[in-house]
């Protein structure tokens, strides 16, 4: 059945119901359900993420949502589709950008402004599989474990652990989620999110609305996501049977050196083992060489998108795509 609403995973559809002027009192509304009560939105404006940051890379670092509530608290909203490295490293690095932003001319008492970094993760964190919890609220606390510093929060919410069914919501958060992650599915507005602020966000997110200039920004993002989906499953699939036939492979030849049937079966076990592990960091290297290369080959993204999709800096992606079949020809046709 072809669906009714936009996917609000792709960069079009977040962004049609939460970063646009039309939206802002979605996004309240959402926000809310995470702050503290002293720290709801009455109202809130969207800043240009371009005035973030004094380098250029600084400024093409943020490229979600960057908003102020009307009492001077700022936000980042960030959707993030697929696990990176030091991604924690770059949320800490984004709130550093509306921190200086508060810094004063003249005579100033550094008396700043709660900042709260969201990220929207359609991914679990390595670390955390083994905990049910899908918020992870974030402060700085010190070694006894008491809030040291009460106005930088990080807030991460990993969606595919947020299994609830309609029957079981409890909270206008747990709706939220339930909207986010469901929405592209709905063929019609569930019973629980029949109130004014969802009724809107339906309407938002109503493809049957859109001009054709948003249809085809729509299909080109969900183009992308899919895209990036498909390539990180085929990654896990590829580095899952790599690991076995490596891991066969080593333990028959450990059965073999162990020189009976024990021995044979405790090696192919072990050699599993240490397979699953060859495998990965085969996948790190040569298959993930082999997987970029078709990427490129495709055209369907920009160097930028894969070198995140894949974990790796922009001048490895141009080195690898100065290797592709066609470049070195035209480098030895121009010697």
């Known amino acids: 059945m072809k669906a009714k609403y936009v996917n609000p995973f792709t960069d079009f559809g977040f962004k049609k119901l939460f970063g646009e002027e039309a939206s802002k009192d979605l996004l309240a509304d959402f926000l809310n359900q995470l702050l503290p009560p002293e720290h709801q939105i009455a109202k809130l404006e969207f800043k240009n993420t371009e005035q973030l940051g004094s380098r250029l890379i600084d400024r093409k670092a943020i490229y979600d949502i960057y908003c102020e509530s009307q009492e001077g608290s700022k936000f980042i909203v960030e959707l993030q589709k697929a696990k990176q490295n030091f991604f924690k490293d770059r949320t800490v690095f984004y709130s550093t950008f509306p921190i200086r932003e508060m810094a004063e001319q003249g005579d100033w008492d550094f008396e700043l402004k709660p900042v709260y970094c969201v990220g929207i993760l359609d991914f679990v964190f390595e670390e955390d599989k083994e905990n049910p919890d899908a918020v992870h609220t974030v402060k700085l606390k010190n070694q006894r474990n008491k809030i040291f510093y009460d106005k930088l929060t990080f807030i991460y919410i990993e969606m595919p652990k947020f299994n609830k069914t309609e029957a079981e919501l409890e909270s206008r958060f747990d709706k939220w989620l339930y909207f986010i992650k469901h929405l592209e599915d709905f063929q019609s507005i569930p019973r629980m999110l029949n109130d004014r602020m969802f009724k809107k966000g339906f ?50 030849e450990e059965g073999h ?39 490129l080959q495709k055209g369907a993204m920009s160097e930028a998108e894969i070198a995140e999709i894949f974990d790796v800096n922009l001048d490895f992606i141009l080195k690898v795509k100065e290797q592709l079949p066609g470049k070195r020809r035209g480098k030895a046709q121009r010697k």
């Open 203 to 252: 309407r938002r997110a109503e493809i049957a609305n859109y001009t054709q200039k948003e249809l085809m920004a729509y299909e080109d993002s969900l183009k992308i996501y899919r895209d990036w989906n498909n390539i990180i499953n085929t990654a896990k699939q590829e580095a899952a049977q790599t690991g076995f036939d490596e891991g066969m492979a080593a333990g028959r």
């Open 257 to 295: 050196k162990e020189g009976h049937k024990e021995g044979h079966k405790e090696g192919r076990k072990e050699g599993r083992k240490v397979g699953r592990k060859v495998g990965r960091k085969v996948g790190r290297d040569e298959e993930k060489m082999e997987r970029i290369r078709k990427v």
